[in-house]
Nanobody, 127 residues
Framework: QVQLVESGGGLVQVGGSLRLSCAASVRTYGTYSMGWFHQAPGKEREFVAAITCSSGITVYGDSVKGRFTISRDNAKNTVYLQMNSLKPEDTAVYYC????????????????????WGQGTQVTVSS
């Protein structure tokens, strides 16, 4: 069983930055690919970014390319999401997810490829 705990959400003005963190309680963290998704009220959960196990290849959703950066620190069992140039449409609950079944980028866009999810952290961008 893997437990994921997100932190770092909050209220920020348009154009501002936030860094989300997700700490995982698992001994073999390096064998997991990690992803970030967000979900706004009344909308489906949407892919934001992912980083693969082993090689650490990153992939991003179209709406965040060039603004968000995903990274991981395997020594700390933590994945980060640096969010810059935030927009009102980035407002959502952000979820961290983990999977040991896939180490390739394309499959990591899909929520059903992940086995473990955090409880979510709210990000609100005010205009």
């Amino acid at each position: 069983q893997v437990q994921l705990v997100e932190s770092g959400g909050g209220l920020v003005q348009v154009g501002g930055s936030l860094r989300l963190s997700c700490a995982a309680s698992v001994r073999t963290y390096g064998t997991y690919s990690m992803g970030w998704f967000h979900q706004a009220p009344g909308k489906e959960r949407e892919f934001v970014a992912a980083i693969t196990c082993s090689s650490g290849i990153t992939v991003y959703g179209d709406s965040v390319k060039g603004r968000f950066t995903i990274s991981r620190d395997n020594a700390k069992n933590t994945v980060y999401l640096q969010m810059n140039s935030l927009k009102p449409e980035d407002t959502a609950v952000y979820y961290c997810a983990a999977t040991s079944r896939y180490c390739s980028g394309p499959r990591l866009y899909e929520p059903n490829k992940y086995d473990y999810w955090g409880q979510g952290t709210q990000v609100t961008v005010s205009s």
